[in-house]
């Protein structure tokens, strides 16, 4: 399936939040999170007041309809981002619409965003819980586990490997 990218701009902010709750991982079973969950400080870090000079993210388009989108963000200071690895290591953020996921838009829009990105950062950072199936993606593209909490890991991928 083709689609086209384009950079996620501060006038995408609201399909940026949109992104964010489909980025929640909710485990088989369990009902989705109240939309309120966004307003949490270690949530809304990942979306609020997207345009930051190291704000970098990109939108995937299906029939010219946004699909998905990645981005990262330099999360430092308190609070800190779920991946927080250390404060020169952006971190990473992936959500596609459910009717896109397993078609290849992640691995695409991931590989677009390490190109963007290889001269600028020496690795990307993520958090993603311990059941998601993204996980397979993310060790697909790289990412190594590097420690791990309760329910969920912190994985990092070395881009200054591919420089």
Known sequence: MNFDIKPLTPADQPFLWEKLYQAI???EGQPPYDRNILHIPE???YAEHWGKPDDIGFIALADEKPAGAVWLRMLTGE????GYVDDTTPELSIALLPEY???GFGSQL???LFECVKSRYGAICLSVSMNNPAMRLYQRMGFEVVSESDDSYTMVKRLDKER
């Open 25 to 27: 991982y909710i485990p």
């Open 43 to 45: 949530l809304r870090i």
């Open 79 to 82: 609070p800190r981002g779920f």
């Open 101 to 103: 996921r397993g078609k």
């Open 110 to 112: 991931m590989t677009h």
